[in-house]
């Protein structure tokens, strides 16, 4: 067997971090390696025991949980963690602020249980929890903040077929849709697009998202 997801729970409050744990704990393919109450707590905390994943809350104490992410996750970030937004504020800003900061999911608190341990696993493995219609949203509303001043365009180490892939990937489409489009199979699109992010240095499909708009690819 392998070993279980390592999770660490980063919430000021003590009834939903404790709720939050004893869901994620109940699993066995998941485990709770730490627990804190404030952002610092938290960088501190995931530097040190280095878990797969780290559910972070927004609003705490000492430091946000959008400067934690960026300082667990963000740009530049050597060994970075995965992070998981969960929070009650369902505001575009603040999905799209985590997102920058480098988190790889989010989350409202409200979701259900199954929803949370389905959000952990998916961070986990690599991917983005964002549905594709949540990530053309968010980042076609910012796209014009997080567009670079014009300048001499970066070289893209892309194929034309790669380059077409990342298109459809910045318009939300999902595999199955890109491989319907392109008149290719799933298992092709998905070795598209780890190609894409290999080559790009990129974490997962929002990263590849914010770098198809950064660099003009899509409108």
Known sequence: MSAPVRVVICDDQVLIRTGLATIVDAQPDLEVVGECGDGQAGVDLAR?????????????????????????????????????????????EYVYEALRA??????????????????IRTVAMGAALLDPDVTRRLVGRYAARIRPAEGTPREIPLTPREMEVLRLIAD????????????????????????????????????????????????
């Open 48 to 92: 040190e025991l280095r878990p797969d994943v780290v559910v972070m809350d927004i609003r705490m104490p000492v430091l946000d949980g959008l400067e934690a992410t960026r300082l667990l996750a963000g740009a530049g970030v050597q060994h970075p963690v995965k992070v998981l937004v969960v929070t009650t504020f369902n505001l575009d």
């Open 172 to 219: 939300g489409l999902s595999n199955s849709e890109i491989a319907a489009s392109l008149v290719i199979s799933p298992e092709t699109v998905k070795t598209f697009v780890s190609r894409i992010l290999t080559k790009l240095d990129l974490r997962d499909r929002v990263q590849a998202v914010v770098f198809a708009y950064r660099h003009g690819l899509v409108t």
């Open 102 to 119: 480098g988190a790889s999911g989010f989350l409202l608190k409200d979701a259900p249980p199954d929803r949370l341990l389905h959000g």
